[in-house]
């Protein structure tokens, strides 16, 4: 055990380091069969005009999902936005971001029409 003295406290150098190790193992022993389709998503570049066109057509700026159920003028129910479900929902997003960003970069578009 290695203690670290100073005028005030002992600080117990041993104790902090152990909980950072056991968080560790627990992370790592966690099978996510999702993760090779993550990196292949975010590793993914956008290098051709046609394709940030339809990257940004096909993936939706909001989630067309939530809705609200009105009968006679009242909320009946409400339906949350399930794109927050999805597993990949932060690589898609990120792929539209980065296709619309060659857009305005490379080849100087507006995209307002994608908002």
Known sequence: MTVL????????????????????????????????????????????????????????????????IVVFGRIIAHIPPMCKLNPLYDQFVGLRFRALCYLVDKCGEDIQSYC
């Open 5 to 68: 003295k100073t005028k005030e406290q002992h600080i117990v150098l041993s104790a902090v380091i152990q909980p950072i190790g056991n968080q560790q193992k627990n992370t790592q022993s966690k099978i996510d069969p999702l993760q090779p389709l993550r990196q292949w998503i975010d590793a993914l570049e956008i290098q051709n005009r046609k394709l940030a066109h339809f990257i940004a057509k096909l993936i939706p700026a909001q989630c067309p999902f939530e809705r609200d």
